[in-house]
């Protein structure tokens, strides 16, 4: 049995043994130099030579305590299956050829290469597991704030050439918008992915301070992990140009266009039947609807997490301010002063010692008071006290807390209206045993219109909650004319109010 059905059980247990940072560095360079673009076939001893070539540029990732020093002996290949130096190779370059040698054998050992053999010739060939996993493990390794810039405009840009569609009905603009479209959601996603990765940096950075033994570690971590890497970096491109408020209601707006358009809904899902997204037509609406609604919600609730992001360089920057502050304030105690005095009279004595044997310092003297109250002497050490349990006092009553505790509350209630008021709105506008379609609804108030838009989801998704279930039921009708009034416009659905059977048949 496979590890992830395509990697071998000892794939990651070279990561795992003394020698991981020679067999990471190992099997990113042999990917880069053969695997990463073209069709390269290479032989072991050209694999070798490449690991060989990787140690001298790097004699760190040896063994601890061996280090091969500078101006290791070339190697060249001999024939097709032998390596050999340039000159005399020397004891340390035969340890170090040995070293890679041994260091290939484990790469396919462990299933990141394998050998093939056409005929009389031996080529390494990467398998499709391996493959994909070095890729991301290589993606890693390199600059990530890259990946993240141009997401949002090119998000934008993805659903303005979708919405254009209905003026130009072009099939090579149709095509390209479908794939603009599918592609707008991959970047959303990984929009969502990007603002992770920046919050997990700063987890990071946050333990790499407390674990700082002392000063000059909390300094580095400072001034080359937040500042060098995190904010001039993913910062740069997030809060600058590629900024999610900057273009978020208009993201947010053209999504909900889109799908609120019968004709563009049904050019895109023909799009998507043809690049092989959906089988059918409506599996293809579906899928259509299921992207601009998942665009939506992305942009619409990013915002928690960019308040997260700011509460955590809130928090290292005020750990930033008060580490200089406090390391301001050692500098201005007795010891600099002392400091300053003792270069200066050494200065003095080096210049001329017979000048200056009873040499005088200009300096300010301070009167000196010797404190002889015990009162004003420092109290003694004493044992520590043991902690003791004690109860929580209560908190202190804030009506202005509490007020808006519930403003809050109240309006998050309105935003999202229960099934309770929903059925109240239902009731109003649908008597019993009557069926109303949602284009002769009249919408009145905020309130009206939240209850008509949580009913149009609830045909839409065809998700209804018991309560309403009991007594309505939803349908979806895209193909009749759509609701059309001042504050809206939507597709056409169903809603058909249910009662008490033994009446209706009396």
Same mark, same amino acid.
């Given at each position: 049995m496979s590890l992830f059905r395509?990697?071998?059980?000892?794939?990651?247990?070279?990561?795992?043994?003394?020698?991981?940072?020679?067999?990471?560095?190992?099997?990113?360079?042999?990917?880069?130099?053969?695997? =990463?673009?073209?069709?390269?076939?290479?032989?072991?001893?050209?694999?070798?030579? &490449?690991?060989?070539?990787?140690?001298?540029?790097?004699?760190?990732?040896?063994?601890?305590?061996?280090? +091969?020093?500078?101006?290791? +002996?070339?190697?060249?290949?001999?024939?097709?299956?032998?390596?050999?130096?340039?000159? $005399?190779?020397?004891?340390?370059?035969?340890?170090?050829?040995?070293?890679?040698?041994? &260091?290939?054998?484990?790469?396919?050992?462990?299933?990141?290469?394998?050998?093939?053999?056409?005929?009389? %010739?031996?080529?390494?060939?990467?398998?499709?597991?391996?493959?994909?996993? &070095?890729?991301?493990?290589?993606?890693? $390794?390199?600059? &990530?704030?890259?990946?993240?810039?141009?997401?949002?405009?090119?998000?934008?840009?993805?659903?303005?050439?979708?919405?254009?569609? =209905?003026?130009?009905?072009? +099939?090579?603009?149709?095509?390209?918008?479908?794939?603009?479209?599918?592609?707008?959601?991959?970047?959303?996603?990984?929009?969502? %992915?990007?603002?992770?990765?920046?919050?997990?940096?700063? %987890?990071?950075?946050?333990?790499?301070?407390?674990?700082?033994?002392?000063?000059?570690? %909390?300094?580095?971590?400072?001034?080359e992990e937040f500042i060098g890497e995190l904010i001039l970096k993913d910062f740069q491109a997030i809060l600058t140009f590629n900024h999610p408020y900057r273009f978020r209601d208009q993201i947010v707006s053209t999504a909900r266009r889109i799908a609120y358009t019968e004709d563009l809904l049904a050019i895109i899902a023909d799009g998507y039947m043809e690049i092989g997204v959906s089988p059918d037509a409506q599996a293809a609406r579906d899928e259509t609807v299921s992207d601009l609604l998942s665009i939506e919600g992305t942009f619409e609730t990013v915002g928690d997490m960019f308040e997260r992001i700011a509460q955590f360089r809130r928090a290292l920057e005020s750990r930033l301010r008060n580490t200089v502050k406090y390391a301001e304030q050692g500098e201005r105690g007795l010891a600099s002063r002392a400091r300053d005095l003792v270069i200066r009279m050494e200065s003095l004595l080096l210049a001329s010692p017979d000048r200056y044997a009873r040499a005088t310092v200009p300096i300010t003297i301070e009167p000196v008071a010797t404190p002889w109250s015990e009162r004003q002497l420092a109290p003694q050490r004493q044992a520590r006290q043991p902690i003791e349990a004690r109860p929580l006092a209560k908190r202190l009553h804030d009506p202005i807390y509490e007020f808006r505790k519930r403003m809050r509350a109240d309006y998050l209630e309105r935003v999202s209206p229960s099934p309770e008021r929903v059925k109240r709105f239902l009731e109003r506008v649908t008597p019993p045993y009557h069926t109303t379609e949602a284009r002769f609804i009249e919408i009145q108030t905020v309130d009206d219109f939240l209850a008509f838009d949580a009913a149009r989801r609830y045909a839409l998704t065809n998700e209804v909650p018991p309560l309403l279930s009991r007594e309505f039921e939803f349908e979806y009708l895209p193909g009749s004319e759509p609701h059309d009034s001042e504050w809206l416009r939507c597709s056409n659905f169903v809603v058909r109010r249910r009662g008490d059977r033994q009446r209706k048949e009396a």
């Open positions: 395509y990697l071998s059980d000892d794939a990651f247990l070279i990561f795992s043994r003394k020698h991981r940072y020679l067999y990471e560095a190992a099997l990113l360079e042999v990917h880069e130099r053969f695997f =990463s673009s073209g069709a390269i076939f290479p032989t072991p001893q050209e694999v070798t030579h &490449v690991i060989y070539d990787l140690v001298a540029r790097r004699p760190e990732l040896l063994f601890d305590g061996e280090d +091969p020093g500078e101006g290791l +002996p070339e190697v060249v290949s001999k024939g097709r299956r032998r390596l050999k130096f340039a000159g $005399n190779g020397g004891e340390t370059g035969d340890r170090v050829l040995r070293t890679a040698k041994l &260091v290939y054998q484990g790469l396919v050992r462990t299933g990141w290469l394998e050998e093939e053999e056409y005929g009389l %010739k031996i080529t390494v060939d990467m398998p499709m597991g391996a493959l994909l996993v &070095v890729q991301r493990l290589s993606s890693l $390794n390199s600059d &990530v704030s890259q990946r993240f810039g141009g997401l949002v405009v090119h998000i934008k840009t993805s659903l303005e050439l979708v919405e254009g569609l =209905s003026a130009e009905r072009s +099939p090579e603009k149709a095509s390209t918008a479908v794939h603009a479209l599918r592609e707008a959601r991959v970047q959303a996603d990984q929009f969502v %992915k990007t603002l992770r990765a920046i919050l997990s940096d700063l %987890k990071r950075i946050r333990k790499s301070l407390i674990e700082s033994q002392n000063l000059r570690q %909390k300094m580095d971590t400072y001034f």
